[in-house]
């Protein structure tokens, strides 16, 4: 099973600021990483897939990149509606599909 | 608009059973893979299991020891999940999502509760 480990577990922001989240494969993955957000009460939300690819209709100031190993979610001028928790995925090596824990993103 | 609903979640005693739906709309129900993934209270996402597009491959998580049964009615665009020999570490939210790798689709989500 791939073990995904995020970077920090808690990240604290201001708003207009640049937020930089890490997430890391215990094997090669290649590109096959999604990243969600999470709203308290709210179901997750794709915003990134195959490592840097935008779901529709998440706006610009999500980027993500790396692959193999290492993967960044960066969000580049925060918004106060970015306020969330954000989950890693690998989707190459399944089943099982495996989740990191999760990073929460405050003020 | 694309919506998925659960429903069947509630409160049941250890060692019982329930049965979540999980009804489709807006999108072509019939051509996804489809996946539950739960999260229990103040925790992460985990995965259940998934269903393909062809049932041609079902999948679940190895700490469901056999327990769940996914399945899918693609005339009724319903998908659901036969929880058997239910514990208190099984209480958590049920997600229905839908895609092939990633969810690109979610649920709100349901919750089962399984407490004496």
């Known amino acids: 099973e791939i073990v995904m480990t995020q970077s920090p577990a808690t990240l604290s922001v201001s708003p207009g600021e640049r937020a930089t989240l890490s997430c890391r494969a215990s094997q090669n993955i290649g590109s096959n990483l999604a990243w969600y957000q999470q709203k308290p009460g709210q179901a997750p939300r794709l915003l990134i897939f195959g490592a840097s690819t935008r779901a529709t209709p998440i706006p610009a100031r999500f980027s993500g990149s790396g692959s193999g190993t290492e993967f960044t979610l960066t969000i580049s001028s925060l918004q106060s509606e970015d306020f969330a928790v954000y989950y890693c995925?690998?989707?190459?090596?399944?089943?099982?599909?495996?989740f990191g824990q999760g990073t929460k993103l405050e003020i | 608009e694309v919506q998925l609903v659960e429903s069947g979640g509630g409160l049941v005693k250890p060692g019982g059973s329930l049965r979540l739906s999980c009804s489709a709309s807006g999108f072509s129900f019939s051509h996804y893979n489809m996946n539950w993934v739960r999260q229990a209270p103040g925790k992460g996402l985990e995965w259940v299991a998934s269903i393909s597009s062809s049932r041609d491959y079902i999948y679940y998580a190895d700490s469901l020891r056999g327990r769940f049964t996914i399945s899918r009615d693609d005339s009724e665009e319903s998908l659901h999940l036969q929880m058997t020999s239910l514990r208190v570490e099984d209480t958590a939210v049920y997600y229905c999502a839908s895609g092939g790798g990633y969810g690109v689709y979610w649920g709100r989500g349901a919750l089962v509760t399984v407490s004496s």
């Open positions: 995925q690998q989707y190459n090596n399944w089943p099982p599909y495996t």
